[in-house]
């Protein structure tokens, strides 16, 4: 009806009539700001001296950074592994109808969720003053093999045990909040298929879950990144710890923690990168059309083909045409 | 034409594929089976009708074990489900028993329940390569043709959401028909689609039928009931009201509940 009404008062064909979008003036304003603010930060950064911005640059690939730097990636990497896994583990366990199983599981995650990381850590390390020896054998008779402690568990082991059980207790409730998110009646498909609880699991309800456990996963992960500087207490030589070395000697505090953050920082944002892909690829089958990536608006920019966006033009009356 | 191909099922003596026999069913205190008792034969298209809450969709999921009765027996094809008999004892099957008797009971549900992170064709060789075993190839080549049967074969690399509900269901009765069962359930196939699109779903299921497909139907479907069914139950409130073919039993009720729920749905 509206159509027609503005057809009649603009003599011309209401095709050409054209929408415009709203207009966001305290946006351009807003930005007006940030931009201030942002200059003064960065003069700031720039001409404070305490910054030593060459020092920063000294070090920001001194060999010991740099093997700090492994250290960082490789328990980052090994703990997270050992956190998902037992995470999976810890998750499908809960949620088994076998009571000895949930039941092991609610414990282990009430112990490891409910003391600190950090009290973990030192606990593990101090493992060998609890038992100065290991070993295997009949419970309560003959041993067949014993260790002492301190070589069973060097420091880099029990940061990792510290961080990575810790971390499955976390990853145990991600999990289980995702495999509680799949329809129920995909486990009764797969279930009337004559498919295995474990088949059910691994093959339907696991992979579907994923789209809701990886973006926290995520998040763990780079979580997890910054606190593997937490084990510099029980002196393993990671990222910090090796700037906290250097510092120590040059007492050039400030330039040596810039140089760790800069790490700190580039590796996140790598991760971040990188879980944008991985969610992409378990979105798939849940939507129609997955949005373009970056890289591929880049591509298709220079190709010279538009991307997609909203219609600016709207044509009225189009749609309305068979009501005139 | 439905007649002729019915006649000679309906006359077809032995074992029926279905025995129930005083099947209880209850949840907390609340009792939605009261003793069933009924009988499906095989090559027969078995419909359940009735109001909502009458529990015809329990009782079909009792028969692949998706529910656990409380009282009773229930057979498929001579053999208990979930239980097995010694003596005048039951013991209750492990898990690995039932989910081999469920190899040949094929089930469609209401919400097509398909796997929404496979292709059409994912979905259908999913249990026969996870299950039986049997290679890729083989299960692809197979499940291209039943793909092809239920008139998709063009839709195989789509994933559900890129389907509508009717293709989605009949992506979901060719992944049934891949484990090769001697009996289908169908829990209200067509209830979940829009009108325009029942049709498509209910003409791969009268081809089934017409192959000999021993299938249980719980429907609100009164026309498809009346055209294939060879037999026809209503139920309401736990109990079997009445029965006999559906043809009568449409046209000329005997009971008065039936009579009720007839004029409301016809």
Known sequence: MNHSDQGEAHPGRPETLKAVPVRHPGRWAGAVV????????????????????????????????VHGLGVTLELTALSMIMGVAGGIILAVMRLSPNPLLSGTAWFYIWVFRGTPVLVQLVFWNFMGALWPKLSIGIPFGPEFWSESTNTLIPVFTAALLGLGLNEAAYMAEIVRGGIQSVDEGQTEAAHALGMSRFATMRRIILPQAMRVIIPPTGNETISMLKTTSLVSVIALEELFRAGQNIYSRT????????????????????????????????ARGTTRTLPPTPMQRVRRMFAGKPTPKADHDVVPGLEGGGHV | MTDLTKTPTDSVPGEPMVRAEGVRKSYGLVEVLKGIDLEVRPREVF?????????????????????????GLLSVDGELVGYRRKGDRLYELRDREVALKRRDIGMVFQRFNLFPHMTAIENVIEAPVQVKGESKADARERGMALLERVGLSDKAKSYPSQLSGGQQQRVAIARALAMKPKLMLFDEPTSALDPELVGEVLD????????????????????????VGDALVFMDGGVVVESGNPREVLTNPQHERTRSFLSKVL
Request: glycine share 8%; proline share 3%; aromatic share 14%.
């Open chain 2, 47 to 71: 419909c359940l009708i009735g109001p909502s809450g009458s529990g015809k969709s329990t009782f079909l999921r009792c028969i692949n074990h998706l529910e656990k009765i409380n009282g």
């Open chain 1, 251 to 282: 007492f050039q505090t400030i330039p040596l923690l810039i140089t760790v953050s800069l790490w700190y920082l580039f590796l996140t944002s790598v991760l971040t990168i990188g879980q944008y892909y991985v969610e992409r690829y378990y």
């Open chain 1, 34 to 65: 940030v931009a201030v603010l942002a200059a003064m930060l960065l003069h700031a950064l720039i001409f404070n001296p305490a910054f030593q911005w060459d020092v920063v640059n000294t070090y920001l690939f001194d060999s010991s950074i």
């Open chain 2, 204 to 227: 791969v299921m009268r081809g089934l039928a017409e192959e000999g497909m021993t299938m249980i139907v719980v429907t609100h479907e009164m026309g498809f009931a009346r055209e």
